[in-house]
Structures are given as C-alpha cells and as structure tokens.
C-alpha cells in the first residue's frame, strides 16, 4: 500500500491498573478473557487500522460515529464489568481518547501491515494519559464531525484547556457521553488552584490594582463554594432512575421501592439547596467584578493584558452558567407543582419533564464549579 494523507478519528485505550496484576496466572486471564471482550467491543465498529500491546490500544476509523460508539461501548465494559468475579483487580478501568486529523497510512516494513504515522497520532497518544478513568475525552475536531449530521444517541461537556501528557502544551477537550446520560463533570478533574502569599511587583505597584485582583478572586472562590457545597451526588442516581421510568425499564415489582428513593433523592438536595443569599448579592457582585477588570486591564502591559483577557473569558462564562443553574433548579422545582416526587413517577409527560431540568441542573453546576476554578488557577498566574 503506498503511503497516503487521510482524515481519520484515532482511538487510544490504556487500561488503570493493568500493572497491578501480580501474577502469570491473572495475566493469562486477561488476555483470555479481558481482551476478547475489548475485541467484542471494537470489532463490530469496522476499525480502518487497529494494534494492541500489552494493555493499551490504538485504532483508526474512517467514521467518526464508530469510533465514537467503539469509545463508549469500551467504556461501558469496564465501567459494568466486576473484574473481582474473574479473579482480576477490581480496579480496572480505562482511559479513552478520540482525536480526529490528517494522517499517513500505508505498508509498515517492521509489522509488514498497514501502520499509522503523523503528528495527530502523537497527539491522541499525549491525550491518553490526562483522561479520568472509565470516561472517553476527545478533541475540537472530533467535536465538530460528529455535529454533522447531529446525533441524537451521544452529547458532550466542555472541559475546557486541558494540560496533555509530556509537556505537549494544552489544548481544549470534552468529555462524550450518551444522550440519555447525565454530565458528571467534577471538582477533581480540574487542576488545584494554589493558594497566593506573594503577589508580583506589577500588582502592589497600585492599591487599586490589588484590590481589583482580590475582589475578583473572592468572587470566584465564592462561587466554587457554593456550588462545591451542593452535594450533586443526589442529583445524578436521581436522574438515572427517572431516565429509566420514562423508559419503562423498571419492573414493576420494584416501582414503589424506586419510587421512595427517587422521593429520597431529591428530598436531600433540597434540604441543602440555599443559593439566596448568593444569587440576591450577585447584581452587586458582577458590577463591582467588571469594574475590576476594567482597572487591571487599563494599567496591564501587553503580556500581562492577555492573561488578564482570559480570566475575563472565564468570568464571562460564570455569569452565563449562573443565571442556567437558577433557571433550571427553579423549572424542576415548578415542573412538581404542588404534587410530591412520588406522585409525578405515574405522569409519564410531567416526569419527562423533570428529567430535562435535572439534566440541565447538574450540568449548570458543573459549569459553574470549573468555571471558576479554571478562573483562579488563571488568576494565580498574574501573581508569579
């Protein structure tokens, strides 16, 4: 095969936990029982070129739709496979990545097969290795051939920048999950905001410099902790399991005990919801927010101006997931009326309903949470 330029979606696959195997005898199992299983999944798929070694896989597809459904179909047997039954850790799970873009392929003289060569494959190898274990990340480009024609069966949360593997700079990414599925963005996926002692010289040349650094920052930090301090943990098993009523997958033996810990559920999130005080201060907030970054950016050099622009890109994006979260938390408290939870499981339209807001509600937190984390750890460079 003569060596050719062609767009495809690459897949990296490494398995968490792969080098904790002790034993000739655990070895053996997973190449005969945890790697047909792999092949179960990504086979069916139609890889245009495929290689594995050891724990870790690599395959090309010329369809971005297959090898997004490879991803998540690989996804899901680690996530609802227990490994312990098999004689395996039951730790096991994998780290998956897409990226899309311009590749050589043609006849590998080492393999004597077809091979994959090229910078984009470089990429996706540096993605692998950042992505939280049982999700599938990928890039921009994967992004934007999956939106055409759209799908109604897959979806994604921005992640924003995120660092990659082995100094390969940054580059922006989402995490892809099923439609029916609820985003399960966490605090844990950002990187952790140090704290400043000794702010830089640029910033105590002016009182009023530092007070518009701080005044930015104690809103950020404001915002992570109130919606940090709202445990989403109720939110997401809640979902689930309405998604699975409007499905008709619950048997009905078991409706009033799902019933009881669906009211459960969001009885919890609800004792803990207290944003008022919050959301009544924000008008104030945000005019005193902008009015500091207006004065930074006014006495900011050019170097320093940039960073400042892109903490205000993040602050901006705060200000949008804020007034979603209120939005959406106050629709599925509407879409109950005065019925409780346990009644509007029997109403299959109402409890439609409600599942859209819950979705929208975790994923208006999230954002908000990684908003403003990404906000400090950029805040943070203006003080080095």
């Avoid at 050589?104 to 077809?114: A, E, K, Y």
């Avoid at 994967?142 to 024609?149: D, G, I, S």
């Avoid at 996926?189 to 040349?205: C, F, I, K, N, Q």
């Avoid at 200000?319 to 019925?339: D, E």
């Amino acid at each position: 095969m003569t060596r050719q330029k062609q767009t495809l979606t690459v897949l990296f696959l490494d398995v968490k936990g792969y080098s904790g195997l002790k034993t000739d005898h655990q070895f053996g199992i997973f190449f005969d029982q945890v790697l047909p299983k792999m092949a179960g999944k990504l086979n069916p798929c139609q890889p245009f070129y495929v290689n594995s070694w050891g724990d870790a896989i690599v395959a090309a597809f010329a369809d971005p739709l297959e090898a997004a459904r490879a991803a998540l179909d690989l996804r899901d047997l680690f996530r609802n496979t227990n490994w312990q039954a098999i004689g395996l850790p039951n730790d096991l799970a994998a780290r998956i990545c897409l990226h899309s873009g311009a590749i050589f392929t043609g006849r590998d003289p080492i393999q004597r097969r077809n091979g994959l060569a090229g910078h984009n494959v470089n990429l996706a190898a540096r993605i692998e290795p950042v992505v939280t274990p049982n999700e599938v990340w990928m890039t921009d480009s994967v992004a934007t051939l999956l939106q055409n024609p759209p799908n109604n069966k897959i979806c994604w949360d921005d992640l924003g920048d995120r660092p990659l593997a082995k100094m390969w700079g940054s580059c922006k990414l989402y995490r892809l999950r099923r439609y029916h599925e609820p985003p399960n963005l966490q605090i844990s996926d950002l990187e952790p905001a140090v704290p400043y002692t000794h702010p830089g010289h640029w910033l105590l040349s002016n009182l009023s410099l530092w007070e518009g650094f701080t005044t930015i920052l104690s809103f950020a930090k404001e915002t992570h902790t109130v919606f940090q301090t709202l445990d989403m943990s109720h939110i997401k098993p809640l979902s689930e399991s309405v998604g699975k009523f409007i499905a008709g997958s619950i048997p009905k033996a078991s409706w009033m005990t799902q019933k009881m810990e669906c009211e459960r559920w969001w009885t919890n999130y609800m004792k803990q919801y207290d944003c008022t005080a919050f959301f009544h201060n924000l008008p104030a907030n945000q005019t005193r927010v902008a009015g500091a970054f207006n004065v930074l950016q006014t006495n900011a050099s050019h170097s320093t101006g940039k960073v400042i622009d892109k903490c205000k890109n993040y602050y901006e994006s705060i200000n949008k997931f804020l007034p979603g979260y209120l939005t959406a938390h106050n629709a599925a408290v509407s879409s109950l009326g005065p019925k409780r939870l346990f009644d509007v499981l029997d109403d299959p339209l109402r409890s439609q309903e409600f599942w859209i807001q819950l979705n929208e509600l975790s994923s208006k937190t999230a954002g908000s949470i990684t908003q403003a984390d990404t906000l400090i750890v950029n805040l943070i460079n203006l003080i080095a």
